[in-house]
């Protein structure tokens, strides 16, 4: 316990949010039920299981699959690249980039590569692929949750995010050298398991990813990680990332505060008559408040699906802060990496991600004033 306060002591997102939500709910009224429990504890069971599977080094593990699969550098980061975009479709760019952001810096440490500019692209993938699908992120969820039946509309402005995805492929891979890649000298060493020991961890992984994935038995998929843990390896517990998940949560409750002020309430009604208007406001909203709770502030006062859906998705590029997978791409980067790379990281990252801001802008607004 002492361990988790000291870290929640030192981080600044969580000290920010903590202090934002406490100045606004001077203003206005807190509701607890804004909080989206299912976002939350979808977060925890997922930095849960991926802290164990770090400590077992089995993304150490697949990096070496990853690298005795690939002939070139090159080739190995499109498989990364195309990994990240289509997995996030399916398991979300949350799993996406608790998975493949690990994993460029593991092969990083075997293979020469670029890893800020690699690490910064996986990211932008992760969020192309999981704006696509109706699964793919929490804010998707909870729109067509809330449109009910707001797939229809979805899938030409889906369509043109995949474009963006495939057209910006080869120059992404443009900056990656096409040497060949040497063989492993040295495999990485995972725990020996005993056969129990080896189904149960998958099977309760699967478990795990499956009630992510179809959003059930959620408290359950956290007890199951939790119990894996204390299982395979209790010290794992102190290193989860208990700062991001506050500061999600510091989020929905301010968002609840926002919208019990009535100047902002008005407002917002304002900005939901026009889908132009509607789209701007939610692309910009994201870049401070992050694009789940973006979605949560702007849903209740428009009927205009396609303009939020498009500002939120295109939104979650921009600022650090702007989508949930930004943040866990850069925790990961701070849990991976020396103090200079993270400083190149943000500098890369913000780069690339106001570049696809311009061009996810551009686009959207074009189509939105067509349509």
Known sequence: MHRILEKLQHDLLFLFTTGLFILFALFGRVNWASISWPTVESLLALLGLVTLFQSLGLIDALADFFIEQAKTTRALVCALYLLTFFSAMVVTNDVAILTFVPLTFALAKKVSLPVVKVAAMVTVYANLGSAISPLGNPQNIFLLAH????L?????????????????LPFALKVIAKTEIEPIEQKTRIPSFTRFERLLLTFASLVVLLSLLSQTNLPGAVVIVFLLILQFNAGSIKEIDYGVVFSILNFFLLVSVLISLSPVHQFLLHIGADKLSLFFSASLSSQVISNVP???????????????YLGVSVGGFGTLVASLANLLAFRQVK?????????????VFTRYNLLFLFLGVALATLYLSFT
């Open 147 to 150: 449109y009910q039946g707001g």
């Open 152 to 168: 229809a509309e979805m899938l030409l402005p889906a369509l043109l995010l995949f474009l963006l995805a495939l057209c910006s």
């Open 294 to 308: 973006a979605a949560a502030l702007l849903a209740p006062v428009t009927k205009h699906f396609t303009a939020l």
């Open 335 to 347: 849990a991976n990496a020396e103090a200079r790379l993270r400083r190149d990281f943000l500098l």
